[in-house]
Structures are given as C-alpha cells and as structure tokens.
T-cell receptor, first 114, second 111 residues
Framework: DTGVSQNPRHKITKRGQNVTFRCDPI?????LYWYRQTLGQGPEFLTY????????KSRLLSDRFSAERPKGSFSTLEIQRTEQGDSAMYLC????????????FGAGSRLTVL | AQSVSQHNHHVILSEAASLELGCNYS??????LFWYVQYPGQHLQLLLK????DPLVKGIKGFEAEFIKSKFSFNLRKPSVQWSDTAEYFC?????????WGAGTKLIIKP
C-alpha cells in the first residue's frame, strides 16, 4: 500500500494519560501535515513539517501537544495529560514538494478520552 | 481571518437529481480552492481544485465547480447524482502552507 498510513486507528484512554499517534506518509512526500477533526466540523490545522523541520504550529495548539518527524519520514503526534476535549479524529496528510497543497490523507486515528 | 462557509450541513436527494453544494470564502487575494470528499469509512480525497485560469473546473466522477470571484463562491455541481455519491463534501481554501476548511456537507442519495 503506497498511501498514508496512520496507527492506531482507534485509541480509548482515560483522562490524564498520554497518547501517541504515528503517521507514515507516502515515501516521496517531504511535506507532512497533522489536522484534527471533530464531529460536524472540517479539519483544523495543527502543524506541518518539511522533511524533519516543523515549520508551522497552530496557535490553537496546547503545549500538551507535540509532534516530531525525526528522520523526515514518519511522524508522531503526542498528546500529554489528555482531556475530554481532545477527543477527535487526528488526520495526517502528505504532499510532495511543489504539490500545490494537494494533500493525500490517511484514514485517521480516532481518540476517545473518557 | 480567512474563512470558508458551507451553507448546507445536510442534503438529501433522489438518484438522478441535480446537485449544487454551496461554498463561500472570505479572502481578497489570489485563491486556491479545493473540494474534498469523504465516502463512508474512507479517508478524505480530492475531488477537484482551482488555482487559476478557466473558472469552471472539472473533477473526478462527473463533478465540477465554478469559481465566481465577484461572489466569493466555489460551488460544487453534478448534473445527475448516484447512490454512490453519498458522502461528506468539504470545501477548502489555501492559506499559506495550510488549508482552511468548511464544516462540510453531508449528502445522502436515496436509491
């Protein structure tokens, strides 16, 4: 499969726990994005990488959220001390350099915080 | 701040009916606009995009959209829908490296 892969697909956790999501983009794509989507809303930008460099992070993003892309390939998104308001679908997308913002999305990782 | 509005949150149509989903944006400069679709249980995928040139753009599966600058609109159309078009449709506007998304329209096609 040459698409964008996200794991786990579903995560249920208790409030206060830490969770980590992984995204494997299409191999030749050097741009990687994280979005969050809640019910009834469109995706909301969280952060994006060009290779291993995190170039932009949403001002709405709490300090409890951190993302990495250490070798410019896969990326992880960690949420520390989860809150019920963090329950959402976390989407990863990638595109090649010069891809004009035409994103290829993964299936998402759904987080439920109890 | 730039924004994208999709007026209809839910649309129900019968097969063979014509479709038009509204999308309005707020931004005064050069725009790049997109329609994405999410079929049940699947990931978001691109339907069509507008960057410049002909304001009538054609996408996959018989969809098209018209960019009307004076109305700040980018409405999605299809002359005859099929049951398989049941999905959620999102309009998006490029803002720098990211996309600003509308809230989506859930389309249900009755067989």
């Amino acid at each position: 499969d040459t698409g964008v892969s996200q794991n786990p697909r579903h995560k249920i956790t208790k409030r206060g726990q830490n969770v980590t999501f992984r995204c494997d983009p299409i191999s030749e794509h050097n741009r990687l994005y994280w979005y969050r989507q809640t019910l009834g809303q469109g995706p909301e930008f969280l952060t994006y990488f060009q290779n291993e460099a995190q170039l932009e992070k949403s001002r709405l993003l709490s300090d409890r959220f951190s993302a990495e892309r250490p070798k410019g390939s896969f990326s992880t998104l960690e949420i520390q001390r989860t809150e019920q308001g963090d329950s959402a679908m976390y989407l990863c997308a990638s595109r090649p350099e010069g891809g004009a913002n035409v994103l290829t999305f993964g299936a998402g990782s759904r987080l439920t915080v109890l | 701040a730039q924004s994208v509005s999709q007026h209809n949150h839910h649309v129900i149509l019968s097969e063979a009916a014509s479709l038009e989903l509204g999308c309005n944006y707020s931004y005064g400069g050069t725009v790049n606009l997109f329609w994405y679709v999410q079929y049940p249980g699947q990931h978001l995928q691109l339907l069509l995009k507008y960057f410049s040139g002909d304001p009538l753009v054609k996408g996959i599966k018989g969809f098209e959209a018209e960019f009307i600058k004076s109305k700040f609109s980018f409405n999605l159309r299809k002359p005859s829908v099929q049951w398989s078009d049941t999905a959620e449709y999102f309009c998006a506007l490029r803002e720098g490296p990211q996309l600003i998304w509308g809230a989506g329209t859930k389309l249900i096609i009755k067989p």
